[in-house]
T-cell receptor, first 114, second 115 residues
Framework: GQQLNQSPQSMFIQEGEDVSMNCTSS?????WLWYKQEPGEGPVLLIA?????ELTSNGRLTAQFGITRKDSFLNISASIPSDVGIYFC??????????????FGSGTQLTVLP | GAVVSQHPSRVICKSGTSVKIECRSL??????MFWYRQFPKQSLMLMAT?????????EQGVEKDKFLINHASLTLSTLTVTSAHPEDSSFYIC???????????FGPGTRLTVL
């Protein structure tokens, strides 16, 4: 299936540093979602974005829906060890049939060093 | 709220046998559930979209006769891997959307190992 271009593929950062990752697509989306997945578990929804230009925060996480509707970024401020995991972006085009299907990015593996 | 469970969490089977994986939405009704497969260090790949009371819609390249999907109720969808082979070993994850919302909530996944 189709995938979004997500970067970087992996990141090694020191505890306390800020992190930024992004996704781009050749197609527009109605909704952008950001998930975190830990080993052996399913993805957990972090932030959902519904409007172009929307900027949404969830604690130390901030995500934006690009104005062109073809990109999104996720920032994590003041990283802590429990931020370790794989972060996935996902785009959703509601008019697609069947509706509500997600297209996933390739993931960003985040490692936080103490 | 919006909890999705999967059973079993892990299964090991012999080549040629069939394995059934259940996906349940515990606190909401889901007219649509999705099944994904994830290989190590890779992203989630959509296998099929499961609609309650109708046939599943399979993604290109996914064999519908090998991966049987049944969406018997608004809270339960099952995926049966028939005549499993070692190459079917993977992490299978389901998700569900509580209408009218669009977010998908994921189950914890099922690790299938075919010997």
């Amino acid at each position: 299936g189709q995938q979004l271009n997500q970067s970087p593929q992996s990141m090694f950062i020191q505890e306390g540093e800020d992190v930024s990752m992004n996704c781009t697509s050749s197609s527009i989306f109605n909704t952008w979602l950001w998930y975190k997945q830990e080993p052996g578990e399913g993805p957990v929804l972090l932030i959902a974005l519904y409007k172009a230009g929307e900027l949404t925060s969830n604690g130390r996480l901030t995500a934006q829906f690009g104005i062109t509707r073809k990109d999104s970024f996720l920032n994590i401020s003041a990283s802590i060890p429990s931020d370790v995991g794989i972060y996935f972006c996902a785009g959703q085009l509601l008019l697609r049939h069947p509706a509500r299907q997600l297209t996933f990015g390739s993931g960003t593996q985040l490692t936080v060093l103490p | 709220g919006a909890v999705v469970s999967q059973h079993p969490s892990r299964v090991i089977c012999k080549s040629g046998t069939s394995v059934k994986i259940e996906c349940r939405s515990l606190d909401f009704q889901a007219t649509t559930m999705f099944w994904y497969r994830q290989f190590p260090k890779q992203s989630l790949m959509l296998m099929a979209t499961s609609n309650e009371g109708s046939k599943a819609t399979y993604e290109q390249g996914v064999e519908k006769d090998k991966f049987l999907i049944n969406h018997a109720s608004l809270t339960l969808s099952t995926l049966t891997v028939t005549s499993a082979h070692p190459e079917d070993s993977s992490f299978y994850i389901c998700s569900a959307s509580p209408a009218p919302h669009n977010e998908q909530f994921f189950g914890p996944g099922t690790r299938l190992t075919v010997l």
